[in-house]
Structures are given as structure tokens and as C-alpha cells.
């Protein structure tokens, strides 16, 4: 049963985190700036308008939820693995009155909150190279949020059945590595073959990305609610069948 004491590992983690957190946000903002100055700014001259945007303009909240789920998926499997197996912190705090599923609990929150902060120093950017004009994007933090919950939860699931680090390879090249690439998020999905297209919708990354790219564009529907209540819908059941896989697996 969760309580407020999964705000108390949650403050830990972040306490942790104050200690190297500019290296951290060095090496979560430095990969999509590239991509953003490469593709957007490179490859985008060669490249039309898209959806009445230009090039930059399409990736640029594409660049921004993708850094939310690799910050989140990052940290619920090398480093809650690393606290879990090596540093054996998970056991070391269910010693006081803070239960193991809040323990996990507490990982999911914090790797959600990680994500956005590590998204924002992304979001900041992007206005400063004037790629955010609609108020819509108001909303973003929203989007961020529910994408971080939802990828943090999905890897700690990985977390739950990885032995070793090296299981984590087949959850990044097989799942993260095809969702960023076909989601939407370089190229319109309407470009894919239908059999193609039909897949995407089966990767989670789709949903916010496109709602993401309609607050860009100043367009928000009541499709994109359904979207965002999917996606947390989506992360509850998924965390909460995490956290019973880890608390099955580090009590029983």
C-alpha cells in the first residue's frame, strides 16, 4: 500500500541526485541538441514543410518528449538496478517503516520527475530558438509528466525480471531504439506503409509525441485528453504490476 512515504524515497533519490546533477542534465541535454541542430537544422533545409511546419518545427517536440522517455527509462533500470543489486539500497530502506513496494514506488516518482526536469533545460532551448509560439504548449509540463510515469514505469518492469545489466540491451535495441525512430518522431506516420503505420500505434511513444506536436501547433482535441488518459492509465497498471514483481522478488 502506498503512502506519503514514497515522497520520503523520492526526497532521497533526489538529495543523491544534487550531487552530479549537472553532469546529469550535461548528458541528457547534449545528445538532443544534436539531433536538433543535425536534423533540424542540417538535414531540414533539404526537407519541405511538413504539416504546414517547417522541419525543426516537427521535431522539435518530437526531440523533447523522446529526452522524457530515455531520462526515464535510463533511470529505472542501470541506476534503480545499480541501488537494488549493488548498492542494495532497496533493502537498506525497507528496514525502517518504509515498505518495499514504497520503495519502488518512490523510484518510479522519482525517475518521472528526473525526466522532466531533464526535459525542461530541452523545453528552454527550444524557445530560445524560437520553435514554441502557441500558448497551448502551456500544457507541455502535463504531457511530460504523464510520459515520464509511463516509461518509468515500463522500466522498471524490465527492472523486475533483468539479472544483470546486460538485459537491459534487449529492452533499449528492441523496444526504446524502434519507438524512437518509428513513432513519428522524424517523419510523418502517414509516410509509413498502412501495415507500418497500424505497428506505430502500438508503440507508446506515438501518443505523446503527437499530442505533444498538436500544442506545438496550437491545437489541442478531445483526442489528445484520451491520449494523455491512456497513458496514465497505462502507467498505473503497469507500475503497480511492477512493484508487485519486485516485492515478490526481493522479500519472498
Given amino acids: 500500500m502506498f503512502t506519503y512515504r514514497i515522497f520520503k524515497v523520492w526526497r532521497r533519490d533526489f538529495l543523491v541526485w544534487q550531487k552530479y546533477f549537472l553532469a546529469s542534465l550535461v548528458a541528457n541535454f ?12 542540417g538535414l531540414g533545409r533539404m526537407v519541405p514543410e511538413i504539416q504546414g511546419m517547417t522541419y525543426p518545427q516537427f521535431i522539435a517536440p518530437a526531440i523533447l518528449i523522446t529526452t522524457v522517455m530515455n531520462s526515464a527509462s535510463f533511470e ?41 526536469v531533464s526535459s525542461s533545460v530541452i523545453f528552454l532551448v527550444l524557445a530560445l530558438f524560437g520553435l514554441i509560439s502557441s500558448v497551448w504548449v502551456a500544457l507541455m509540463p502535463l504531457v511530460m509528466a504523464c510520459t515520464g510515469l509511463l516509461f518509468a514505469s515500463m522500466g522498471m518492469l524490465m527492472t523486475s525480471f533483468a539479472r544483470s545489466y ?23 506516420l502517414d509516410n509509413l506503409p498502412a501495415w507500418a503505420k497500424g505497428l506505430a500505434y502500438f508503440l507508446p511513444l506515438t501518443y505523446p ?4 506536436r498538436h500544442l506545438f501547433a496550437g491545437e489541442f482535441s478531445f483526442r489528445d485528453i484520451i491520449y494523455l488518459g491512456g497513458m496514465l492509465t497505462a502507467a498505473a497498471a503497469i507500475g503497480v504490476f511492477a512493484v508487485k514483481r519486485l516485492v515478490r522478488r526481493l522479500i519472498v
Avoid: C
Fill in 166 to 188: 546486460d538485459h537491459f540491451t534487449y529492452y533499449f535495441t528492441m523496444f526504446v531504439s524502434p519507438m524512437f525512430l518509428f513513432s513519428g518522431t522524424f517523419f510523418p
Fill in 76 to 116: 529505472t533500470t542501470f541506476s534503480s538496478y545499480t541501488r537494488m543489486e549493488v548498492q542494495k539500497t532497496f533493502n537498506g530502506i525497507a528496514t525502517t517503516p518504509v515498505s518495499m513496494s514504497e520503495v519502488v514506488g518512490g523510484e518510479i516518482l522519482w525517475a518521472a520527475t528526473k525526466a522532466m
Fill in 30 to 41: 547534449g545528445e538532443p541538441l544534436l539531433y536538433l541542430f543535425a536534423l533540424g537544422y
Fill in 209 to 212: 509525441v503527437q499530442v505533444a
